[in-house]
Structures are given as structure tokens and as C-alpha cells.
């Protein structure tokens, strides 16, 4: 099911193989982009990985770590996944991109626009949670 551990190959395919982007073209684009990078430094897409190579991904406004496992033969299943890299973002990158995603300003539909008082209340609560940050 997988390659012999001393081959090597291409990090925008491998990011492929593993279900980390939905076509090559994508991934290849996200390496010239700058999104992706091992040590800390921006790789080609033609950069071949080895094992235990730490790769920080940008996906949205998510930052991914993740450490090379093994390398497929072709695009796995994703329930093999697990097989083939260890994904070591911490948990409060997680959870950052989960209240991101939260809308920070919720009104009812058709209850029409806030009064003076409204405002000056959402304006306090906006100065309130961004002293605390």
C-alpha cells in the first residue's frame, strides 16, 4: 500500500495523496503561493519530502502542522490517512478557527435596525472583548 521508505517524492503531490488538497493543481498552486512550508521555509512544488519532515499548511485561515509518516503509491481513502501523516496542530489553532467562522454580530430577521441605545451597547461590548484579547 505504500512506498519503500527511502523513496522519495514530490511534496505537491504527496499533499494530493493525502487528501490535503482536492486536485494537484491546487496544491501546486498553494506551494508557489507561499502556503506551504518545512522549517519554516516556503518550498517549491517540485521539493521532495522524506519521513518525519514537519510541513506547516495554510488552509484558510487555518494553520496546519503536520508530520510525514509514510508516503502512499497513489491517492489514498480517507480513512487511511492516519497511516501516513501525524497532524500535530495544536488544539487552539482549532478552536480559533472555529470562533472565526461564528458570526460576532447576530440580529433577528425583521426587527429592523438598531436604535441609538442598541449601538452604544454594541459598540461598549465590542471595546469590552477587544480589551480582554
Known amino acids: 500500500?505504500?512506498?519503500?521508505?527511502?523513496?522519495?517524492?514530490?511534496?505537491d503531490k504527496w499533499l494530493w495523496m493525502v487528501r490535503l488538497f482536492k486536485t494537484r493543481t491546487m496544491a501546486n498552486e498553494a506551494c508557489n503561493a507561499g502556503k506551504v512550508k518545512i522549517?519554516?521555509?516556503?518550498c517549491k512544488?517540485?521539493?521532495e519530502i522524506k519521513i518525519n519532515d514537519t510541513i506547516h499548511i495554510r488552509l484558510g485561515q487555518l494553520q496546519k502542522t503536520i508530520q510525514v509518516i509514510n508516503f502512499p503509491k497513489n491517492r489514498i481513502a480517507a480513512k487511511f490517512i492516519?497511516?501516513?501523516y501525524l497532524d500535530i496542530t495544536p488544539q487552539e489553532e482549532y478552536e480559533r478557527v472555529k470562533l472565526l467562522?461564528?458570526?460576532?454580530?447576530?440580529?433577528?430577521?425583521?426587527?429592523?435596525?438598531p436604535t441609538k441605545r442598541d449601538r452604544r451597547q454594541i459598540d461598549y461590548l465590542k471595546d469590552f472583548l477587544s480589551v480582554d484579547e
Open 45 to 47: 512544488p517540485s521539493r
Open 39 to 42: 522549517d519554516n521555509v516556503n
Open 82 to 84: 492516519p497511516d501516513y
Open 1 to 11: 500500500m505504500s512506498l519503500q521508505n527511502n523513496t522519495k517524492v514530490r511534496i
Open 101 to 113: 467562522a461564528l458570526p460576532f454580530e447576530k440580529r433577528d430577521n425583521n426587527v429592523g435596525r
